[in-house]
């Protein structure tokens, strides 16, 4: 099964996507992971992408076309996966397209977790990750049980984004309107297009992505 997770910033792409590898051991291809990797490595990708992260702007096609062709085709991504936060441009969905088409493979969904903007501003602008394990956490929503204990390991690092806060928020729904949603149209032409309600309870969407994803 290939997925595409869809949404703004801060609608639950990487929760969800982390809880369906995890059941259905498909891998997550985050570009915004991969792109996170890059820059904290200092590689010229990293270098080129940091500034235009840091602004909340979309990184260059041809630099995460680049990437993601890398990334799918290794071994790992044969048994299914979920790309979250690719494509973002129509000129990203068309490359895409060109790439499953010589590997032979099929997308079986496109998935958008809806979610309306004041929420989205909110969820960004105090969540925070473990460094050790990924498990995220928010200021106001979701603190561990022990203060300054990751919950599911025991890690004692957390790490913020250096994009998530309200000023830099405002840009990535801008671009997330302006460039992204256009791909909608174009996947609900092809018949792959599904939404799903990214308000309600974490668990719930886990649960109405379990159905797309089961049949
Ligand atoms: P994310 O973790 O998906 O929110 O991505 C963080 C940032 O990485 C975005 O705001 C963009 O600057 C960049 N980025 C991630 N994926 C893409 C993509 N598919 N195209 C362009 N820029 C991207």
Known sequence: MNLILLGPPGCGKG?????????????????????????????????????????????SDEIVIG???ERIDQ?????????????RTVAQAEALDGMLAEKELQ???????????????DRVSGRYTCAKCGEGY???HK??????ICDNCGGTEFSRRA???AETVKSR?????????????????KGVYKTVDGMADIDDVTKQLEEVVGG
């Open 67 to 69: 990437i993601i062709a």
């Open 15 to 59: 929760t969800q996507s982390r809880r369906l590898e995890d059941k259905f051991g498909m891998v997550q291809l985050s570009t915004g992971d991969m792109l996170r990797a890059a820059v904290a490595s200092g590689s010229e990708i990293g270098q080129k992408a940091k500034a235009v992260m840091e602004a909340g702007d979309l990184v």
């Open 75 to 87: 071994p790992d991504a044969r048994e299914g996966f979920i790309l979250d936060g690719f494509p």
């Open 107 to 121: 997308l079986d969904g496109v998935v958008e977790l809806a979610v309306d903007d004041a929420v989205l501003v």
């Open 143 to 148: 603190q561990p049980a022990k203060d300054g």
């Open 173 to 189: 729904l801008a671009a997330y309107y302006e460039q992204t949603a256009p791909i909608i149209p174009y996947y609900r032409d």
């Open 163 to 165: 994009d998530d806060n």
């Open 138 to 140: 928010h200021d106001r």
